[in-house]
Structure formats: C-alpha cells, structure tokens
C-alpha cells in the first residue's frame, strides 16, 4: 500500500478490530482505494481482479483480492451499496494513521466507520455501529 498515490483506508471488520474492538475471527481485510491505485496496485504480481457473484447490495468499479499475508484483502474503488432501489457510494471522508509494525496503517475514524456501518445497514454491519457507539 506504500505505492498508492491517494488516500486509502482500511474498514469494515478488520477497522473495528483495528479500533481495538473484537468482533469474532477476522475474515478478510476490506480496503478502499482511488481507481488510480487500483489498477496500480493490478500491476503487482499478489494482486488480481477478483471475481465476484452479482450482488443486489453491493459493487464497485474495481475489486481486488491481494495476497500479503496470512488474511485476505479485498481491495474495492468505487464500491457501492444499494438502498431503497438507489445506489450510494461507500467513501471514506476521515481516516487516521495506526501503527501496524515497522508501516502505519490507514484506518477509517471511529465515526466514519459507525457511518459506513449504518449505510451498508446489514444486521452485522449495524451490530459493529453500536459496538463503536457503546466503546470507550
């Protein structure tokens, strides 16, 4: 992730778990990224275009599986979720800056994570909102 050239962010559960907030084993690692360092990152050898299964809740313009460790990354630009027949991006205005070893980790802030929860509206997705509500 050194080599993206815009603002990324790490969310979902692997941003709950980040946030110090455990919510079950970690399945994937979900990242947003510009379209830009999307197709960057493609040019890397542990990255490739993920094939995923037509969804009437979620898509994106780019979605990227990445091999860089022992969890997966899902690497999405331009992701989408559908609500009440309209689409409605899924963004990260405000992320900050966590140490992950020796490379700081781009995380989406607290609130922005409660908001983009509450935006996917899954039951899980809103169980996480009121874990960061309820957290110290």
């Keep these: 992730m ?6 990324w962010a790490v969310y979902g559960g692997a941003g709950l778990h980040l946030h110090g907030i ?15 360092d999307a197709l960057a990152l493609l040019e890397r050898a542990d990255v490739t275009r993920k094939q995923s299964e037509p969804s009437q809740l ?9 091999s860089f460790g022992q969890v997966p990354v899902e690497i999405m630009a331009g992701l989408e979720v559908c609500r009440e027949g309209k689409w409605w991006p899924v963004e990260v205005h405000e992320s900050i800056s966590l140490g992950m070893g020796d490379m700081p980790v781009q995380v989406a802030s607290r609130s922005e994570l409660i908001r983009m929860f509450r935006l996917m509206g899954r039951e899980k997705d809103l169980h996480r909102a009121r874990l960061l509500e309820t957290a110290p």
Aim: aromatic fraction near 6%; charged fraction near 35%.
């Design 58 to 66: 979620f898509r994106s313009r780019q979605f990227l599986n990445a």
């Design 22 to 36: 455990e919510d079950g084993p970690l399945a994937d690692i979900d990242v947003l990224v510009s379209d830009r």
């Design 2 to 7: 050194k080599t993206c050239r815009d603002p």
